[in-house]
């Protein structure tokens, strides 16, 4: 694939980039050449590669997802957090119509 100097000029005005005749020129081989590095990249064998999320391969540190864990902040607790609430409804916090 490859660009000329109409291509680059229409991508130019759909962005809506203000762009001169000279730059538009200096750009065709520049975009020329990314193309071609980008099927170059095409052409590489990957198979049995697997996909990474990184160079370096990390791993997250996470605790167990357990309700009740902690007895402050665990479950069990909704009246008590309800009783200091100025208008509890149905197990939630009750809040004032804004929208009429």
Known sequence: MSVDTATVAKIAALARIKVSEAEIAAMVPELNGILA???????????????????IENHQRLR?????????????????????????????????????
Not at 81 to 92: C, I, K, R, S
Request: hydrophobic share 45%.
């Open 37 to 55: 590095w980008v099927e170059q990249l095409g052409e590489v064998d990957v198979t049995g590669v697997e996909p990474m999320t990184a160079v």
């Open 64 to 100: 167990d997802d357990v309700v009740g864990a902690d007895p402050l902040t665990g479950g069990g607790v909704r009246d008590a957090v309800l009783a200091n609430a100025p208008a509890p409804e149905h197990g939630f916090f009750g809040v004032p119509k804004v929208i009429e």
